[in-house]
């Protein structure tokens, strides 16, 4: 059964960068039948989406967030990850990992049906 | 990229239904059939229950169906039980390889 598992720092600093790892057990990143998101969830606040991405490296950003966010993906460990820049307090979340379906003939990204327990990140000096 | 709009509060005896709305734009919603849900409870990671408008992953109930009109999609719970009692929240695929999600709706079973 296909797992996700974030991992990274619950603290950063304000105006450095956050990185966060999703690691994918049980099943392979490489599917072409999938992409891989991010979203997160700011205390008292809904979910929002931050990017996704697809094996091959393609990635896609909320146009919100673009201009601070890398995400990256290495099929040969099984993972994929995220990094944002100049963080502020405002990116204090919960951040999840999930795993996208797909539509289409040329497969765009759709529902997230798997998803990771998720890790609190703090922006705090 | 606004948030898909939702009621942020519905309520609802158990047994009874409840629907939950989720508004969007001819840029999301109301082009795409790609709207999907997900249940919510606090320190849980979000579960689908509704993918494509109206599809439901296996080992979700069918007490839960959705459907979608124009710009507005909504989510149905009938026979509500003490256990649905979670934050709602629509997503929908909005073009350029994106995502959207809605302000999410508390639903309280009294």
């Known amino acids: 059964q296909l797992q996700l598992q974030e991992s990274g720092p619950g603290l950063v600093k304000p105006s450095e960068t956050l990185s966060l790892t999703c690691t994918v057990s049980?099943?392979?990143?490489?599917?072409?039948?999938?992409?891989w998101g991010w979203i997160r969830q700011p205390p008292g606040k809904g979910l929002e989406w931050i990017g996704t991405?697809?094996?091959?490296?393609?990635?896609y950003y909320n146009p919100s967030l673009k201009s601070r966010l890398t995400m990256s993906v290495d099929t040969s460990k099984n993972y994929f990850s995220l990094k944002v820049n100049s963080v502020t307090a405002a990116d204090t979340a919960v951040y999840y990992c999930?795993?996208?379906?797909?539509?289409?003939?040329?497969?765009?990204?759709?529902?997230?049906?798997?998803w990771g327990r998720g890790t609190e990140v703090t922006v705090s000096s | 990229q606004s948030a898909l709009a939702q009621v942020r509060s519905v309520s609802g005896s158990p047994g009874q239904s409840v629907t939950i709305s989720c508004t969007g734009t001819?840029?999301?919603?109301?082009?795409?059939?790609?709207v999907s849900w997900y249940q919510h409870h606090p320190g849980k990671a979000p579960r689908l229950i509704i993918y494509?408008?109206?599809k439901r992953p296996s080992g979700v109930p069918n007490r839960f169906s959705g459907s979608k009109s124009g710009n507005a999609a909504s989510l149905t719970i009938s026979g509500l039980q003490a256990e649905d009692e979670a934050d709602y929240y629509c997503?929908?695929?909005?073009?350029?390889?994106?995502?959207?999600f809605g302000g999410g709706t508390k639903l309280t079973v009294l």
């Open positions: 049980g099943g392979s990143i490489s599917s072409r039948s999938n992409y």
């Open positions: 999930a795993r996208q379906t797909v539509f289409g003939v040329i497969t765009l990204p759709n529902a997230f049906d798997i």
């Open positions: 494509d408008v109206d």
């Open positions: 001819n840029s999301d919603v109301g082009t795409y059939n790609y």
């Open positions: 991405i697809y094996y091959s490296g393609s990635a």
């Open positions: 997503c929908s695929y909005a073009g350029s390889y994106t995502v959207i």
